[in-house]
């Protein structure tokens, strides 16, 4: 089946730039999201690109797709600790949603 | 804004007890999924269903089942409880399967089986 990887922790501290990083299987994908989950609540949608795209702004946040190596990120300007979450890159499937492992950002002041 | 609404946040049973996990959305939305999420594991799909009493089987089925009576209700069922079934349940739903799919998800159930 397909398959979403990404690494399991990443730390930075408070105003830097924090990537985070995510590879997946399935050249066919149209929508690639990334979600976020903050500490005992469910998946929030941040943003998706559509595979036309190679990058999509949207305030803070950078998204960077790489279709010839599969690669996504997500770039998150002056990170804050209010960012520090569980990121989630996902690619679309059909009428489902295959999702990565999970980043754990966390951010020191 | 889309609300799902997963009816408990935290449940206790025991060991041999039928579990319900009830989810309700209010966009009416086709499609609706329910995961399991664990540490280092990332979110599993245990099942899903495109229509009204329609289901399909996800990557980790056993020891599950589901039903959809209603559109907006998608409710999750353990026959058996088992302490492996200890989790982070969350349930999601969205639009249709064209366009961009956007998946909504509920605040989660933490399920302990004792």
């Known amino acids: 089946g397909e398959d979403v990887e990404q690494s399991l922790f990443l730390s930075v501290r408070e105003g830097d730039s924090s990537v985070i990083n995510c590879t997946y299987t399935?050249?066919?994908?149209?929508?690639l999201y990334w979600y976020k989950q903050e500490p005992g609540a469910g998946l929030q949608l941040l943003t998706y690109i559509f595979s036309n795209m190679d990058m999509k702004q949207d305030q803070r946040l950078t998204v960077l797709l790489n279709k010839k190596d599969k690669h996504l990120s997500l770039r998150i300007a002056d990170t804050q600790t209010g960012d520090s979450a569980i990121y989630f890159c996902a690619e679309k499937e059909g009428g489902k949603l295959i999702f990565g492992q999970g980043t754990e950002l966390s951010v020191k002041p | 804004d889309v609300k799902v609404t997963q009816s408990s946040r935290y449940l206790v049973k025991r060991t041999g007890e039928k579990v319900f996990l009830e989810c309700v959305q209010d966009?009416?939305?086709?499609?609706m999924f329910w995961y399991r999420q664990d540490p280092g594991l990332g979110l599993r799909l245990i099942y899903f269903?495109?229509?009204?009493?329609?289901?399909e089987k996800g990557d980790i089925p056993e020891g599950y089942s589901v039903s959809r009576e209603k559109k907006e209700r998608f409710s999750l069922i353990l026959e058996s409880a088992s302490t492996n079934q200890t989790s982070m349940y969350l349930c999601a739903s969205s639009l249709g399967e064209t366009g961009s799919n956007i998946q909504y998800f509920g605040a989660g159930t933490r399920l302990s089986v004792l």
């Open positions: 269903s495109y229509d009204v009493k329609m289901k």
């Open positions: 966009m009416d939305h086709e499609n």
């Open positions: 399935d050249s066919s994908s149209t929508y």
